[in-house]
């Protein structure tokens, strides 16, 4: 097989190229040390070998001899597609300089007349690669099969000096390479690859020595080069449609960033450039400046009244909650229904009334409520809000939560045998003083389940002579105080009277016409408003902050300015809901949601207070209270219920016992220790500072246990 191999081109000039070809098949071609990819240091030249177009042998089929005429006819079909080909793209091609064309046509003739071995067809084949290697410029790339060592192919770098070289001579005096050589090959248009990496040139060199002097053109940048502007000098598509978009919307324009240069592309720059672009946020709420006490006036809005459902663990609350809230019809037949069915599955088909109220899937699986839980309705007259407390003594905190938003309380007694005498002992004695404690001073006691005992009369007049002395002697006045025989399960004497003629005994109002008797509760409306914070959640996507609370005094409207204690960070109430209802303001009494801005979720917490600006609450780490203790009070470690508010502390000393009608102090002074029923003015130092206020009430626990209830003084 004949190859064409070419070697260190300073060893023969151009000229003896052609002489050289039919003499032996090894080609020599040398060129211009002015081609940028020729100065290559002599240690890392190679040989580079080409394969011959027409492997020898030819097709299948035809003769193995050179000298033979005879083709077969797959070898004919052969030959005439491929010169049907070559014909073809010779017609699309530029024309080569006439001179050059001839030269090369009368070449191929004498060659092919001389000698039709393989060793001629392949001798023509790397001439003909020669003259395409000028006209594609990178042609040796196109046939090379075998590589030797990859030559550079990049131009050297410019020393700036423009001045022509001369031509190296031989050792006899003579030109290495005359000019009149590179007229033999043509110059054909540079190829696309070419026009791509090199650029468009105006005129087509004539000759090869112009194509070479050509390529010394600067490349891009990706060559080494550098680029002429920095794409990355302007914002960034994204900084475009964020400041488009900011101006749209009304809100002030962002801040434009000064982009990093060159010089200043660090860590530091990058964060600041970041920093500087802020997108602006809305407009501000506006407040419309609303007389809201006479817009209340005129309003003539129904009462709201906050009762909370208290007593012992399993005494029935939620269950007969949730007859009453289906029994008003707030809760429709298909969702007990199930309710019921959800319950069967796991045996608690009894809890299905008890799971209106009780959502958690917590509360359900283990059949006790652990936090409070909020429903509401309306009669004609008022709109009443159900909190009901957990009766599990784990769960304390969270019914004084609930305790502390009541207006009046609901006492729920189990009178089946034995369950009362142990919730006397428990919860709902404890319950009892706490509501007391809290300020509620009307209660009603719904004697429940009065039908697991056939509704005896006896049974109701025992429960209702016991837990009347009780009460009495917790602070409750008689005319305060209200019984209600009835059945949660059954819905007897809730809304409708009892239909069993063993309760024909009782002709007394029902649970509902006892809550309507309750009178409205007076409201502090002249002073400045507080709002004990209860939950804080994600009102949505145009209001990603809210709080949600009773608001205890004063009032308030959107536009208002806030301040949030302990933190003293300030806010703006965006908008504001009374009963689950858009509205312009609140007044004192009601449950609100106030959504807010200005002001980062984590300065809020349950038990802070949002008062305004103007009058804002003090924090204190040292408050003087006045309590009523239920177990014995020493110098102790206590926690401190406010509401949801929790905080540790200590007392730290025990001033005075004081009488219980006249408040005056009895006995001596600093005593050592408090008598359970007591009533004494001890000092109490607390770990952090929390916002609190005279007259506020408190209740102190240790050890899980409620120790005493007080006063702020």
């Not at 070898?75 to 597609?81: D, G, I, K, M, N």
């Not at 020393?159 to 022509?164: A, F, H, V």
């Not at 090959?185 to 050509?214: D, H, I, K, V």
């Not at 809550?515 to 804080?536: G, H, N, Q, V």
Request: with cysteine; proline share 6%.
């Amino acid at each position: 097989m004949a190859f064409i191999q070419l070697t260190s081109l300073e060893q023969q000039a151009p000229t003896q190229v052609i002489a050289s070809v039919k003499k032996n098949q090894n080609v020599t071609i040398g060129a211009s040390k002015e081609a940028p990819w020729l100065q290559i240091p002599p240690g890392r030249r190679g040989e580079i070998l080409i394969e011959p177009l027409h492997p020898r042998g030819g097709l299948r089929g035809g003769s193995p001899e050179a000298g033979d005429t005879k083709i077969s006819k797959l070898a004919a079909l052969a030959a005439a597609r491929k010169k049907k080909e070559n014909d073809k793209r010779a017609s699309s091609e530029p024309q080569a300089p006439n001179a050059s064309v001839a030269m090369l046509q009368q070449l191929r003739t004498s060659t092919l007349s001389e000698d039709a071995s393989d060793l001629k067809k392949s001798t023509i084949s790397g001439l003909q690669n020669v003259a395409s290697m000028a006209k594609d410029r990178v042609s040796i790339r196109q046939v090379r099969k075998y590589p030797g060592k990859r030559r550079n192919l990049l131009p050297a770098e410019s020393s700036g000096d423009d001045t022509p070289r001369e031509s190296p001579s031989l050792a006899d005096g003579t030109e290495r390479y005359p000019q009149e050589a590179f007229s033999i090959l043509p110059a054909a248009a540079p190829s696309t690859f070419a026009r791509t990496m090199l650029g468009t040139t105006q005129n087509t060199p004539s000759s090869m020595a112009e194509c070479l002097r050509s390529l010394t053109l600067t490349l891009p940048q990706s060559f080494g080069a550098k680029a002429e502007s920095d794409p990355f000098a302007g914002p960034s598509p994204d900084d475009v449609v964020a400041k488009a978009q900011s101006s749209s919307k009304g809100a002030k324009a962002a801040k434009t960033a000064a982009q990093p240069t060159k010089d200043d592309n660090t860590t530091d720059g990058l964060l600041a450039s970041v920093e500087a672009v802020k997108i602006g946020e809305g407009p501000k709420p506006r407040s419309k400046n609303l007389d809201v006490l006479a817009e209340f006036e005129r309003s003539r809005a129904k009462n709201a009244a906050n009762f909370v459902v208290i007593g012992h663990v399993d005494a029935g609350k939620s269950t007969l909650m949730g007859r009453l809230l289906y029994e008003l019809q707030v809760v429709d037949q298909r969702t007990v229904d199930r309710y019921r069915k959800e319950a069967e599955k796991i045996g608690k088909s009894s809890f299905a009334l008890a799971w209106v109220l009780d959502q958690g899937t917590e509360e359900r699986n283990r059949g006790v409520t652990i936090d409070i839980a909020m429903n509401k309705f309306e009669t004609s007259k008022t709109i009443f809000t159900i909190l009901d407390a957990p009766g599990h003594r784990d769960f304390i905190p969270n019914m004084i939560a609930g305790a502390s938003q009541a207006d009046f309380a609901v006492l729920v007694v189990d009178a089946g045998t034995g369950n009362f005498e142990s919730g006397l002992k428990g919860q709902t004695k404890e319950h009892a003083l706490l509501v007391r404690s809290m300020g509620v001073r009307r209660i009603v006691i719904a004697v429940n389940k009065l039908d697991t005992v056939q509704w005896s009369k006896d049974r109701f007049d025992e429960i209702h002579q016991q837990v009347s002395a009780f009460l009495t002697a917790a602070g409750f006045q008689s005319r305060n105080i209200a019984f209600v025989p009835c059945s949660g399960l059954n819905g007897d004497n809730i809304v409708k009277r009892a239909q069993d003629p063993q309760a024909s005994w009782y002709m007394g109002p029902t649970l509902m016409e006892q809550l309507e008797a309750s009178e409205p509760t007076s409201r502090s409306l002249d002073k400045p408003f507080r709002l004990t914070i209860a939950d804080i959640f994600r009102g949505g996507v145009q209001n990603p902050l809210s709080v949600s609370g009773r608001l205890d005094s004063g009032n308030l409207q959107v536009g208002d300015r806030i301040i949030a204690m302990p933190a003293k960070e300030t806010a703006v109430i965006k908008g504001v809901e009374v009963d689950q209802q858009t509205a312009d303001w609140a007044v004192a009494g009601q449950n609100v949601i106030l959504h807010l801005t200005d002001i980062e979720q984590q300065y809020l917490k349950s038990g802070d207070v949002i008062c305004p600006p103007s009058a804002p609450i003090q924090n204190v780490t040292s408050v003087t209270v006045k309590i009523l203790a239920f177990d014995h009070v020493t110098p102790m470690h206590v926690e401190i219920h406010r509401g949801r508010l929790q905080v540790p502390g200590r007392i730290t000393q025990l001033m005075a016992v004081l009488d219980k009608v006249t408040g005056t102090v009895t006995g001596k002074k600093k005593p050592r220790l408090i008598q359970p029923g007591s009533v004494a003015r001890v000092v109490v130092q607390l770990d952090t500072a929390v916002p609190l206020e005279a007259p506020g009430k408190v209740i102190l626990r240790a050890g899980g246990q409620t120790v005493a209830a007080g006063l702020l003084e």
